[in-house]
């Protein structure tokens, strides 16, 4: 027979909301730190193509 499980306090799921909106934030932080050392082109963690080549056929 089934049975309910207990039910989770508040301050529990508060936390885990909490957490979750970090790592959001976090995340989104690391992205627009990103986007502007792309268009300031100080970029040096990876090779970002700003141009195509009109020679190169691949």
């Known amino acids: 027979m089934a049975v309910p499980k207990k039910r989770t306090s508040k301050a529990k799921s508060r936390s885990r909301k909490a ?3 970090r790592k959001a934030q976090l ?3 690391k992205a627009i730190s990103l986007g502007k050392s792309v268009i300031s082109g100080k970029n040096k963690s990876f090779i970002y193509i700003n ?3 009109p ?3 691949s």
Do not use: F, G, P, V
């Open 19 to 21: 957490n979750w909106k």
């Open 27 to 29: 995340a989104s932080q």
């Open 51 to 53: 141009e195509i080549d």
């Open 55 to 57: 020679n190169n056929n």
